[in-house]
């Protein structure tokens, strides 16, 4: 069994829901959304005391949209009451956009090959054993569901932060050593800090002592503020490189690259970030580079053409599109692209409501803080 489509979107998260809406509001809906969980599926596996660092206001009536909005009229901090939403509230507030907005969206749906056809469409093997064929593909599944975690011996002893689902499960007894410097690293250090336990991080340079502007380099407010909090409990180790992590008996031994060696009974915390780039999907349709697709000026792969990355791991040199508030203003701009390669002519009156509500970024070379 077969179907064709315009355009596929891989992923019901915010970049995808958030595309998808917006290619909507365009007057378009040959598009079709495969999400192989549902909606919002990766929010709903957050663990339940993380919260989105990105603060949600209502301010739409005044040109200013919620910055976790992932379309311009809606507003997560109005229709779930909270300013840091919690993953389950955020994931509600993606199903409750779609479900209004009619969106096309196959739950439960993998996407398990792409394979480009000589009319350079693509065909899309799905889990239930149906071809779907597209002229474009957008990728959008994330990163949260492909933890990164540094390619060094005894690696396995250690737990990515993306796999710590309750706190309390955790030994008491003596401090807890955490590998990294940034978020993660520090959102784990807090939530323990608040049951009395004791962290050490190390990382070989920290977001916390950064004094760049741009919130994707520094740490964020809300979690510069825990920190504060609970300072006492918290000790970071810069210029701390892991080499290698060896467990003797029940003791794991950290070598870093300055030769130095610290022990601990606890099993260590990777708080190291996610790589996309590990799904068979961006591996065989992006080139790797520095750990994140490589990409054209337009967000499209340079050795698969028509195919888009939308959504967190989207870079541009020094530009990083990890906040919604980022890279949901390129929905807009990819929207025009693919209507136009299609034929189908723009609506300036769309294009002009994203691009008075902060929503439409076309130009990266103008990015500096406020992208």
Not at 133 to 153: E, H, L, M, R, S
Not at 230 to 244: G, H, M, P
Not at 274 to 281: D, E, G, I, R
Not at 339 to 365: A, T, V
Request: glycine share 6%; charged share 20%; hydrophobic share 35%.
């Amino acid at each position: 069994m077969s179907a064709q489509v315009s355009v596929a979107i891989i992923g019901a998260g915010a970049a995808g829901i958030g595309f998808a809406a917006t290619l909507k509001s365009y007057g378009f809906r040959d598009f079709v959304v495969l999400e192989k969980g549902e909606v919002g599926d990766t929010f709903t596996k957050w663990n339940p005391e993380t919260h989105l660092i990105s603060p949600s206001f209502t301010t739409n009536g005044f040109g200013f949209p919620d910055l976790n909005a992932v379309v311009p009229d809606t507003s997560p901090a109005y229709s779930e009451g909270n300013e840091h939403l919690s993953g389950i509230q955020y994931a509600h507030y993606l199903k409750e956009l779609a479900r209004k907005l009619e969106l096309s969206v196959r739950t439960h749906t993998e996407v398990k090959l792409i394979r480009l056809l000589p009319d350079e469409s693509y065909e899309l093997k799905l889990s239930d054993d149906t071809i779907l064929t597209a002229q474009y593909v957008f990728i959008a599944i994330g990163d949260y569901a492909y933890p990164y975690t540094p390619n060094i011996p005894g690696a396995a002893h250690g737990i990515h932060y993306a796999n710590l689902k309750n706190y309390d499960e955790l030994p008491v007894n003596g401090p807890q050593l955490i590998i990294g410097g940034n978020e993660a690293a520090f959102d784990v250090a807090i939530h323990l800090a608040k049951r009395n336990i004791h962290s050490y991080l190390f990382a070989s340079d920290s977001s916390a002592t950064s004094t760049n502007p741009d919130p994707s380099k520094r740490l964020s407010t809300y979690t510069s503020a825990g920190y504060q909090k609970y300072r006492s409990f918290i000790q970071l180790n810069e210029d701390k490189t892991v080499l290698a992590i060896n467990k003797i008996d029940d003791e794991y031994r950290l070598l870093f690259r300055d030769g130095t060696l610290t022990k601990t009974n606890k099993r260590p915390i990777f708080a190291t970030g996610f790589a996309c780039y590990q799904s068979p999907l961006i591996a065989n349709l992006f080139i790797n580079y520095n750990d994140r697709p490589l990409l054209t000026k337009s967000d499209e792969s340079t050795i698969s053409p028509n195919v888009f990355l939308l959504g967190p791991q989207v870079q541009h040199g020094n530009v990083l599109l990890c906040y919604i508030y980022k890279y949901r203003q390129r929905f807009a701009p990819l929207a025009e692209t693919v209507l136009q390669r299609i034929g189908i002519d723009i609506n300036p009156k769309i294009s002009d409501k994203y691009l008075q509500n902060g929503m439409y970024l076309k130009d990266y070379s103008a990015c500096e803080v406020n992208c």
